[in-house]
């Protein structure tokens, strides 16, 4: 049972706004998203193209670790739903970085896999967004970080 809310971590003015999927077992203790092995690389990753983690705002879809890490049920998603999308709205970011299946697919409301999505800026509500692999895929396929990078450097072409 998750012990924490987890919400959001960062700079709220930033103009780069990160979405995940949820909590794990760090996130949930430390009660920030994306503190454990996954958010490390992720910052590892944003530091590579000159990017800070405190200069990012940084949020979940699902807002409590579920149970064994397991994937958010679409009834979590749906609960969420209406706070993801008010928060997304009111924050107002250049651009939303979109990281995994489930964000991409919450937002982009797409079946379409990353494959297909990822490597081009897409839009919400007149926000640039772009999709890629999700960090702790990456853990798992590392050879797939180059990808990443790319998604990345695009992001950055899109804040200048
Ligand atoms: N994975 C996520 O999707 N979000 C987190 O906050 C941590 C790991």
Same mark, same amino acid.
């Given at each position: 049972m998750a012990k924490n809310t987890v919400? %959001? #971590?960062g700079a709220p003015s930033s103009d780069i706004m990160i979405i995940g999927e949820a909590p794990g @077992? +760090? +996130? #949930?203790i430390q009660g920030k998203p994306f503190v454990g092995q996954s958010g490390q690389l992720l910052d590892n990753m944003l530091r590579a193209i000159g990017i800070a983690r405190r200069d990012v705002y940084i949020s979940n879809i699902v807002f409590w670790r579920p149970p064994g890490n397991r994937t958010p049920t679409s009834d979590e998603i749906t609960f969420c739903l209406p706070y993801v999308e008010a928060h997304v709205k009111l924050m107002n970011p250049k651009v939303l970085l979109l990281l995994g299946g489930v964000a991409v697919r919450t937002i &982009?409301?797409?079946v379409e896999p990353i494959t297909r999505i990822r490597g081009s800026v897409h839009t919400y509500h007149e926000m640039n967004v772009i *999709?890629?692999?999700?960090?702790a895929y990456l853990l798992r %396929?590392? *050879? @797939?970080k180059y990808l990443v990078f790319? #998604? &990345?450097l695009l992001l950055k072409k899109i804040i200048g």
């Open positions: 919400f %959001s #971590d @077992q +760090e +996130e #949930d &982009l409301n797409t *999709a890629t692999y999700h960090p %396929s590392p *050879a @797939q790319q #998604d &990345l």
